[in-house]
């Protein structure tokens, strides 16, 4: 859904966690993506999604809200440096493991094929 500079993307996915050491097992989400073009190669992208997790890599399974939002640079059509992102992870179920509330900086390259 585009409207003006904005557009809005609901999206389901399934990745699958196939670890060296540990167990097996997939995430499920479902949310929405929203890009806001700022100006010229500048975009801000943000995600709301929840998380169900099967219990990979040894976890208790249970599921979880996760918010993400970045300022984007398009070097090229199918590169995009995310700088910075911020990230928020919150419970939803009792995990019963420790998991508790998480806010992250960082950056990155998204980079598409």
Known sequence: MVFGGHTLTP????KPVFPLAGQNGAW?????????KIAGKFSFLQTLRAV???GALENVPGTNLRYDA???W???KGVDVRLPTFQFFTPVTAFGDGRKNEFVVGSGIDIRF
Not at 11 to 14: N, Q
């Open 52 to 54: 169900y997790d099967t």
């Open 28 to 36: 499920f989400e479902g949310g929405f993506r929203h890009r806001w």
């Open 74 to 76: 398009s070097v090229s």
């Open 11 to 14: 999206y389901v996915a399934l």
């Open 70 to 72: 970045a300022f984007l």
